[in-house]
């Protein structure tokens, strides 16, 4: 699997959109990019996760570059409860080797 | 109902016990996976088994033996317990085909003293 890289940590001010990146500049045509979180000690959370195309759903947006080499999560309307550490993972859908990098963590300010 | 469930939450343990983290899944799913995220909190994948069958074992020391009776589970046995081991255990299942997403149990918080 390709590797990820993220900066290790972000601000973002309460109700702005928060814009995490991921490089993934290795990444091969049939992985795709998943976005998961972690709140502090719970068990980490699904978010979204697209191949080529962006992505919405009703947590966040995927944008994937064309050339998919990187991407950014943006959460349109960050709250208190989004301060949470974000995963970028690329992996082949049938792969069962699902691997975690450092993230970033996010801290939401009021 | 929880979608991946661990039990226990929370475990305190001494030095050389031998002790076990049960993990049950009601989705359907037919990958379940292992991670240990230790105090510096990086998620490291341990285990990975699709339909019972043992996919990925990272270089795990062999005192831990993951056991799947059937799809829904994967527990984790843990013998000779050591200082080291001292982490929190999640365990995670998805379906290996679709490019679906995993579902991830609340964690196992073990101690050993």
């Known amino acids: 699997d390709a590797k990820t890289t993220q900066p290790p940590s972000m601000d973002c001010a309460e109700g702005r959109a928060a814009n995490l990146p991921c490089n993934h500049s290795?990444?091969?045509?049939?992985?795709?990019v998943y976005w998961y979180r972690q709140i502090h000690s719970q068990g980490p959370q699904y978010i979204i996760h697209?191949?080529?195309n962006n992505e919405t759903n009703e947590m966040a947006s995927l944008i994937i570059t064309e050339d998919r080499k990187s991407s950014t999560l943006i959460l349109p309307h960050a709250t208190l409860r989004d301060t949470a550490v974000y995963y970028c993972?690329?992996?082949?859908?049938?792969?069962?080797?699902?691997?975690f990098g450092a993230g970033t963590r996010l801290t939401v300010k009021p | 109902d929880t979608a991946v469930s661990q039990t226990p939450k929370y475990l305190v343990t001494q030095m050389g016990n031998d002790k076990s983290i049960k993990c049950e899944q009601n989705?359907?799913?037919?990958?379940m996976y292992w991670y240990k995220q230790d105090s510096k909190k990086f998620l490291k994948i341990m285990f990975s088994?699709?339909?019972?069958?043992?996919?990925i074992n990272e270089t795990v020391p062999n005192r831990f033996s993951p056991k799947s009776p059937d799809k829904a589970h994967l527990n984790l046995h843990i013998n000779s317990l050591e200082l080291g081991d001292s982490a929190v255990y999640f365990c995670?299942?998805?379906?290996?085909?679709?490019?679906?997403?995993?579902?991830f149990g609340q964690g196992t918080r073990l101690t050993v003293v």
């Open positions: 995670a299942s998805s379906h290996s085909t679709g490019g679906t997403e995993a579902f």
């Open positions: 290795t990444i091969s045509g049939n992985e795709y």
């Open positions: 697209g191949l080529k």
């Open positions: 993972i690329v992996r082949v859908a049938s792969n069962n080797d699902m691997r």
């Open positions: 989705l359907g799913h037919d990958t």
């Open positions: 088994y699709n339909n019972k069958e043992l996919i």
